[in-house]
């Protein structure tokens, strides 16, 4: 079956602008996250969904992020105002149940270039 | 704060050689680990992964990792790297409500 897709793969905008990047995670699984991959650093954890709810939002850096779920299985992350600062690869993965021992399966990544 | 450390940032080898990456985390309860492996131009992709039983796992590729409870580490190695293994190495520690990577050490094998 197929992977963890995200889309656009490149995303170029100017400071002040409106993003969304798009998951769609594996059929069938219930869990989703979101990480942050900046250059030399490994993913920073932004927030994960069991369902359609976020379970844990707790490493969303500021109110300019925010995610949804609202089927339970393809989530958007939105950023408002983007800066500079925000460019960096948004990684997606998604796992069967919540985090724990549980595998997770990434997508390829979304590049976000801020100018 | 939970953490994970990865003291190699970057690693070279030549082939055949051993490898052994470090990994320790800092949390005193009970954690989850993993190694994922970033292949150039590829996705992440689990390495291995330890959550009970046997300490001494094995993952593919012939890699295996030991967790050691007391060192709160989770060292990942191989007794033979080929050039194929150049890649990003991620430790990774899950809790029941955190998931923490480390910052990533980059194996370069040279053929």
């Known amino acids: 079956g197929a992977g963890v897709s995200q889309t656009p793969s490149n995303k170029v905008t100017e400071k002040g602008k409106y993003v969304e990047l798009r998951c769609d995670p594996i059929?069938?699984?219930?869990?989703l996250y979101w990480y942050r991959q900046s250059l030399g650093q490994g993913p920073e954890f932004l927030i994960y969904?069991?369902?359609?709810?976020?379970?844990?939002d707790s490493g969303l850096p500021n109110d300019r992020f925010f995610a949804v779920r609202p089927e339970g299985s393809v989530s958007t992350l939105k950023i408002q105002r983007t800066e500079r600062g925000d460019s960096a690869v948004y990684l997606c993965?998604?796992?069967?149940?919540?985090?724990?021992?549980?595998?997770?399966?990434f997508g390829p990544g979304t590049r976000l270039t801020v100018l | 704060a939970q953490s994970v450390s990865q003291h190699n940032h970057h690693v070279i080898l030549s082939e055949a050689a051993s490898l052994e990456l470090g990994c320790n985390y800092s949390?005193?309860?009970?954690?989850?680990l993993f190694w994922y492996v970033q292949y150039p131009g590829q996705h992440l992709q689990l390495l291995l992964k330890?959550?009970?039983?046997?300490?001494l796992v094995k993952g593919i590729k012939g890699f295996e990792a030991e967790f050691i409870k007391s060192k709160f580490s989770f060292n990942l190695r191989k007794p033979s790297v080929q050039w194929s293994d150049t890649a990003e190495y991620y430790c990774?520690?899950?809790?029941?409500?955190?998931?923490?990577f480390g910052k990533g050490t980059r194996l370069h094998i040279l053929p």
């Open positions: 993965a998604s796992s069967w149940e919540l985090a724990g021992p549980n595998e997770q399966f």
């Open positions: 059929s069938g699984h219930t869990a």
């Open positions: 969904f069991q369902g359609t709810g976020a379970a844990d």
């Open positions: 949390y005193g309860g009970t954690v989850n």
């Open positions: 330890y959550f009970s039983g046997d300490p």
């Open positions: 990774a520690v899950t809790t029941d409500d955190k998931i923490i």
